[in-house]
């Protein structure tokens, strides 16, 4: 018997070049096409094709942020995609597998590393089961799970031969038959399917058709093949459906950009920080809300070093400059940001995290980077760095990092990371009434009486560690730039009390920010605000903490999350009373040493009570955040935890 549901976990896996990113984003669409709230996450291999991956698919009635292990229906296209995932289908799920990889034993499989051989073996050994897939298949059976086969040949040859497809052209439309296959046995609209492919497709009139097609027929195999009725999974009908937009984390970075009025921007490729310059290639020009139209000019450099310089030189123009970079990229620039630092350039550097150290896990993610981006590079020099939470941050944050570069006259990182990256999202169109462009204490020389034949006193001393700052090229504006301590004017000294001052001026700027940024841009405090039980984490663990805090009220325990936005300065005045009333303080983050937990002993002297990390390169999820709360609360738990998933 079918129930409605609010809350379904769609898994699609295959090889990667096989469309496992498109056949995601039809289903992503059809459902938001629906009413729903759709959450996307993606994982793959850093090769170009063959190796394995998948992509996960919330639908919701309500905005998620975050996947569960747990998923009620899973699509393979491959014996590998089986062996991995078989035994992550809930109970009352759905399998729809290859029917060619119905029988393969786990030992034949070259492809899958020894440790996940060597568990899959003891798992099944323990129930009794042969190490084949047939034996995961019994398991899903006997777990309460829906087990059907699907042939891919014989679609293909019905998508040949019904719709007149050529072989390659049934074979690039097996993703959307998958997705259809699978709306069919969720009783979803055929309608909203086909609604997910022009969506996916765009203008392209004959592909459309084609999938439209190919949505007909899947629909058709699975009336003939299968007993819906039978399968327990319905998802339920949506009375209203807002204009959502259907984003990624990268995309909403490329859009704040944007908005926050970004001119220039500078890449080297490296993934996952390509996919914001490759998004703003595609949008170089854009209509403005006054009728006009905008533009940003995108440079694809030679190197890492050449990007960060490249777009320096351009801020110092007065353009609104920014690159992006991940790990190794953002060490490549190290050089190229003391440079900007110690000539007080308002430069913005998006790092996205992933799993290092060197090339490391180039497309999983890590929480790996922040002490680097707080303290990296030598000498003493001024940086904000703040990182996103979500989507929407991502948005925000990218806009209000040009205002916080020009505003403090120097470097700012915005900090993300590869899940957040890769998300996936539907959410309510960003939200630009209050970004506020500020451009910081920009000199006027000429109107001062200056006409260009003294130097400007670029560098002068103040207060504030703020001096008027003039554009490349601007009438009296005359300043020497260099690598160098300086004078005022810019011209090079060793001179030990021009050194000093220079050094104090730089400083007094992180000060300052430290006393004008807003509390809440600094922190957000979620859940209940009286609980002693705290959760303290940054990036994108935020979804999993908030659907924690949830889960533990229905639970009767009561808990709050405070997320760190601004790392750097260090928001340790905010936090004071927060870490008084903290009983336990737990810390969470996607990294080996809990880098956040370092940086705020050292700037709180609060160190916390528990450490809860995963590092194997893959996001955390919500039963597994859960699962390390319930040890910490029944006193099982140690001063570390570690999350670990071999399926993954």
Known sequence: MSTDRTDIAWRIGGP???????????????????????????????????????????????????????????????????????????????????????????????????????????????????????????????RGVT??????????????????????????????????????LIKYDPDRVKRGVALTFGDRSKLVEMNRQAVDLAYAHARRSWDLDAVPLRLGVRPERPRRLFVTGTQAVAMGKIAGGLAFQTYYPISPATDESVYLEAHATFPTTDGGQGSVLVWQTEDELAAV???????????????????????????????????????????????????????????GDLQFAVHGGHGDFPRIVLASGDVTEAFQDAAQAFSYAERYQTVVIHLMDKALASTTLTTEPFDTSRLAIDRGLVANPASD????????????????????????????????????????????????????????????????????????????????????????????????????????????????????????????????????????????????????????????????DHLVLKYSGRPISVEQLLDALHQILSGAAGPRLVIRNPYE
């Open 309 to 367: 310089t490249a777009a320096t030189g351009a801020a110092l123009t007065g353009a609104r400059s920014a690159t992006a970079t991940s790990g190794p990229g953002f060490s490549l620039m190290t050089e190229g940001i003391g440079w900007a630092g110690i000539n007080e350039v308002p430069l913005v550097v998006t790092v996205y995290q992933r799993g290092g150290p060197a090339t490391g896990l180039p497309t999983r993610t890590e929480q």
């Open 16 to 142: 990667q070049g096989k469309g496992v990113d498109t056949a995601a984003g039809i289903f992503g669409r059809a459902c938001a096409a629906g009413g729903f709230h759709v959450f996307g996450r993606r994982e793959y291999y850093s090769n170009i094709m063959g190796r394995h991956s998948y992509f996960d698919v919330r639908v919701t009635g309500r905005p998620v942020g975050v996947h569960r292990d747990r998923v009620d229906l899973l699509v393979t296209f491959d014996t590998e995609t089986l062996v991995r995932h078989a035994v992550s289908v809930a109970p009352g799920g759905v399998l729809l597998h290859d029917a060619s990889a119905a029988d393969v034993a786990i030992d034949a499989m070259g492809f899958l590393d020894d440790p996940l051989q060597e568990e899959l073996a003891a798992y099944l050994a323990e129930r009794d089961l042969p190490p084949t897939t047939a034996g995961l298949l019994e398991d899903a059976r006997r």
């Open 449 to 608: 009486g200056s006409n260009g034949t003294v130097s400007f006193p670029r560098f002068r001393p103040s207060e504030t560690g703020l001096s008027p700052r003039p554009y490349l090229g601007q009438p009296g504006g005359m300043h020497w730039l260099t690598g160098a301590e300086h004078t005022e004017l810019g011209r090079v000294t060793e001179d030990p009390i021009t050194r000093e001052q220079q050094v104090e001026k730089r400083l007094r700027k992180l000060q300052l920010a430290a006393r004008e940024i807003p509390a809440e841009e600094k922190l957000r405090l979620y859940g209940d605000a009286s609980a002693p039980l705290t959760l303290v984490s940054w990036g994108s663990n935020k979804a999993a903490i908030l659907e924690v805090l949830e889960r533990l009220a229905e639970e009767g325990v009561t808990a709050r999350h405070i997320q760190l936005r601004l790392l750097w300065p260090f928001p340790s005045a905010e936090l004071e009373p927060l870490l008084a009333t903290a009983r336990p303080l737990v810390a969470v983050e996607t990294n080996a040493t809990g880098q956040m937990a370092r940086l705020l002993r050292e700037q709180t002297g609060r160190a916390p």
């Open 147 to 184: 087990v059907l086969p699907v042939s891919y040949g014989d679609l293909t040859e019905a998508l040949t031969h019904e719709l007149g497809a050529s072989r390659a052209s049934a074979d690039r439309m097996l993703n959307t038959v998958a997705v259809a296959l699978s709306a069919a």
